[in-house]
């Protein structure tokens, strides 16, 4: 089990370390928030112990930041802080569990062991979809209680699209995936792996479209028939258990935000409270009124679609200039016990997409240290690099053959041959000038170190390095991952709409800005630069359709499209958007396709207009 441990106090993290290797886990270490991240999201990890007060990015900002991400591995709190207040904030920021410090090593233990089995309870069971049954223990298909004979690309690539369900895979995202650089073919043998698994699955009985082709993006699996994609664990006997569905990165934005909603419902209790003694004051009135519209557009999107029904006629009920009548007065109360109510109720999930991993390098390492090169080979996945070795220069220029890697690291001296390590540098400099080459050697005369420049190396590391240093060399040297499709500017004052709306679009390449001030708006517009903007019609101080006129007043803003948010439908609300300028509307509670097929086809039309002009002039 390799377990990530985030602490910055040097004597605790050997303990823990040799604690945890004694226990036979393998431990990778990060001495701040910011590194911790990185290495979370780069590799993968059975569970993360995580300290509270690190520096660069805290425990609880570091727990919140990778739910956000749809992390979903178990991650265990080291806290000295031991307040009923401190607790909550740390499991309510994603935490699974937590530990107080000083802690008992076997109590650690206990709870490491009882976190790590319940997440093996999750990675070990199946997958379904329909009549269709992937068993990962076993290594089966079963469609129809039949077999199904796949080939090993095959099953890797159906258990891809089960595990991930409506995530669209582009060719080469597949590629990436389930072949390591060496030996990947072209992106036409994934549509015809694609195309036999489709033909497989047909001929076993599987009488539903599986598989579905998104044009110009990639596949994706298709809602199963009559139910959604489930994971079904089973007993010791080998009984089914009950289904669990996949939690995606917007149930994480559920979890986060259970507390939010019931804030709101205390809310409204209290003016429900305040109306039976007839002592609703002006302010409470209002305040009701803002939780309850906030309710009505929020609920529905994250697990309670009952809840935006009732919440939207409490806001109605509170809209009303004259004093409620006690039949009103009555209905208002029912309505909220009724909300309360299903807050109690489990939340339904939602089954979007997962979000894409972090971009995988592939190193190439030149050197017969193979003590040094295990060491590397053990720490590559933590970086984010997937690392081939070459002990001598034949098998180095071998592999070139086969696939040109992002990056080499190389040593000069190799004592089996005569031949020096400078010839392939020159050869790689030569047949592939685009890719950086670090020298690692123990030569360090001025001479090598100009003959290694005039080369072309990025990167000149005198031996012997850290592993860390090594890696910190090659990642300078890496191509910058691509940067994002598009920038999306969100506002809304509802904290979580912001959140959800921006866990629906990140997983699609766009970078998004959220804002809760609306009066912050124009310092935002300007300094974050968007190619779409989404409105929420109905903010305090400035709402949706004053900064819709704003913006179409501005010579240099005035084609950016806009779209408008609103849990108001009604002709006239939506005449009053187009007037004041908005190019399209989501209704409130907001649905994820909905959301994303609109803000992306709104952005791909302004790109095809804007290249129609260029073209044209």
């Known amino acids: 089990m390799k377990i990530l441990l985030v602490e910055d106090d040097v004597l605790l993290s050997k303990a823990l370390f040799e604690l945890l290797s004694a226990n036979r886990y393998t431990i990778d270490i990060a001495s701040n928030g910011q590194a911790g991240l990185e290495l979370a999201l780069s590799a993968e990890y059975e569970l993360i112990l995580l300290d509270w007060l690190i520096p660069k990015l805290d425990g609880i900002s570091l727990c919140r930041q990778l739910r956000k991400q749809g992390y979903r591995k178990p991650i265990l709190l080291l806290t000295g802080k031991n307040s009923n207040a401190d607790i909550v904030a740390g499991l309510d920021a994603g935490a699974d569990d937590y530990v107080i410090k000083p802690f008992d090593p076997e109590a650690l233990l206990a709870r490491i062991r009882s976190l790590l089995r319940r997440n093996e309870a999750i990675s070990s069971s199946t997958l379904t979809w329909g009549n269709l049954c992937l068993d990962p223990s076993a290594g089966r298909v079963i469609c129809n209680e039949q077999e199904i004979p796949l080939t090993a690309t095959e099953y890797k690539l159906l258990e891809l699209f089960l595990q991930n369900p409506e995530r669209i895979f582009s060719r080469a995202v597949i590629l990436d995936r389930l072949w390591g650089f060496d030996d990947a073919p072209t992106e036409n043998a994934v549509t015809t792996h694609i195309k036999d698994l489709r033909k497989k699955l047909k001929t076993a009985g599987l009488a539903e479209e599986f598989l579905e082709t998104v044009y110009g993006m990639g596949y994706r699996i298709r809602p199963a028939p009559n139910c959604s994609i489930s994971v079904v664990q089973r007993n010791q006997d080998g009984k089914k258990k009950p289904g669990i569905k996949d939690m995606t990165s917007v149930n994480r934005v559920l979890e986060r935000f259970r507390n939010s909603f019931a804030g709101q419902v205390v809310v409204l209790d209290e003016a429900k409270t305040a109306l039976l003694s007839g002592n609703l004051n002006e302010e409470l009135q209002q305040r009701a009124l803002h939780e309850a519209h906030k309710l009505a557009g ?320």
């Open 298 to 617: 929020s609920m529905g999107s994250f697990g309670y679609p009952e809840g935006s029904p009732l919440a939207r006629k409490i806001e109605y009920l509170l809209l009303e200039n004259s004093s409620l009548s006690p039949d009103q007065i009555s209905d208002f109360s029912q309505l909220v016990t009724a909300l309360q109510q299903e807050l109690t109720k489990p939340a339904v999930t939602s089954t979007a997409q997962n979000f894409p991993i972090n971009q995988t390098y592939r190193l190439l390492v030149i050197d017969d240290d193979t003590t040094l090169t295990e060491q590397l080979q053990a720490e590559a996945d933590s970086w984010g690099i997937r690392m081939k070795v070459a002990p001598n220069l034949e098998t180095a220029r071998s592999l070139f053959s086969l696939a040109n890697p992002d990056a080499v690291l190389l040593d000069l001296s190799f004592p089996t041959t005569e031949e020096d390590g400078l010839i392939l540098l020159s050869e790689i400099a030569e047949r592939s000038p685009n890719i950086p080459v670090i020298v690692f050697t123990g030569r360090n005369t001025l001479a090598d170190r100009l003959t290694v420049s005039r080369l072309g190396a990025r990167q000149f590391l005198h031996k012997p390095a850290t592993t860390e240093q090594i890696f910190q060399a090659i990642a300078r040297v890496l191509p910058q991952p691509k940067t994002s499709e598009a920038k999306v500017l969100i506002v809304d004052d509802d904290p979580v709409i912001l959140a959800g709306l921006s866990a629906l679009l990140t997983p699609w390449g766009l970078e998004v800005t959220t804002l809760a001030e609306s009066q912050q708006f124009w310092k935002m517009l300007i300094a974050t630069s968007p190619d779409l903007v989404v409105l929420d019609l109905e903010m305090p101080i400035v709402n949706g359709l004053e900064l819709c006129k704003v913006v179409r007043q501005d010579a240099q803003w005035g084609d950016l499209p806009i779209l408008v948010v609103t849990s108001h439908t009604e002709a006239e609300f939506l005449q009053q958007a187009f007037a004041a300028g908005a190019d399209d509307f989501i209704s409130k509670p907001v649905l994820g396709p909905e959301l994303v097929t609109r803000v992306l086809s709104r952005i791909q039309r302004t790109r095809w207009r804007f290249q129609a002009g260029r073209s044209n002039a």
